[in-house]
């Protein structure tokens, strides 16, 4: 079965620019999140999608932005990057809180 | 404030040496537990995780955790450790209640070398 999968694994982007980052759940999952991992440090939670309404948001600025599918997979918006936009882009999938939460391999951003 | 504190920024142990590494938090409640594991540019895998019941919990590769409520703590351990659990550790907490259910905090994490 595959997993969470996300899109790009690796991204360079220059300050200012806007980059959108992919993911999609393990099938019947409906509930996608989002965390960013600073070197260093542990994820942090920055948005959470259920049935494609957004259930949760982390304490990031408005820059952020992010949407679930349909077919409930998502993406994750970020604009006017800044370099410590910098960090691994988290993605977890599940069916409900009970099951725990299964994460992606992440994707690399690194902002110049 | 909502926190995870992993005590043990780094630890090495030898091969076949006994682990445990630590974890408390501070949450208004009992929340829901999770240990993470998280080899080098990868993502998270679920070691096991605690809702209620047995506060001795088994998971996967050979780890469990003990929930201990007095102590805020939920440590994890390993009887004896193989060279490929190498890793950085991540324990968790989740809201318990409705509402939010994806919001997990994390702690930063501890970094485990094992020596041959």
């Known amino acids: 079965d595959a997993g969470v999968t996300q899109s790009p694994t690796h991204l360079i982007k220059t300050r200012g620019q806007q980059v959108t980052l992919r993911c999609s759940p393990i099938?019947?999952?409906?509930?996608v999140s989002w965390y960013q991992q600073v070197l260093g440090q542990g994820p942090q939670f920055i948005f959470q999608?259920?049935?494609?309404?957004?259930?949760g948001r982390g304490n990031f600025p408005d820059r952020f932005s992010a949407r679930q599918f349909p077919n409930y997979s998502s993406e994750l918006n970020v604009n006017a990057l800044l370099l410590g936009d910098s960090a691994l882009y988290l993605c977890?999938?599940?069916?409900?809180?009970?099951?725990?939460?299964?994460f992606g391999s992440g994707t690399r951003l690194t902002v110049v | 404030a909502q926190s995870v504190t992993q005590p043990d920024i780094h630890i090495t142990v030898s091969e076949g040496a006994s682990l445990e590494l630590r974890c408390n938090y501070s949450?208004?409640?009992?929340?829901?537990l999770f240990w993470y594991v998280q080899s080098p540019g990868q993502g998270l895998q679920l070691l096991l995780k605690?809702?209620?019941?047995?506060?001795l919990v088994q998971g996967i590769k050979g780890f469990e955790a003990e929930f201990k409520r007095s102590q805020s703590s939920f440590n994890l351990r390993k009887p004896s450790v193989h060279w490929s659990d190498a890793a950085e550790y991540f324990c968790?907490?989740?809201?318990?209640?409705?509402?939010?259910?994806?919001?997990?905090?994390f702690g930063k994490g501890t970094k485990l070398s094992v020596k041959p």
């Open positions: 977890a999938s599940s069916m409900d809180r009970y099951y725990g939460y299964t």
């Open positions: 099938s019947g999952h409906k509930s």
């Open positions: 999608y259920y049935e494609k309404e957004e259930r």
């Open positions: 949450y208004g409640a009992t929340p829901y």
């Open positions: 605690y809702f209620s019941g047995d506060t």
């Open positions: 968790a907490v989740g809201s318990p209640f409705g509402g939010s259910q994806g919001n997990l905090i």
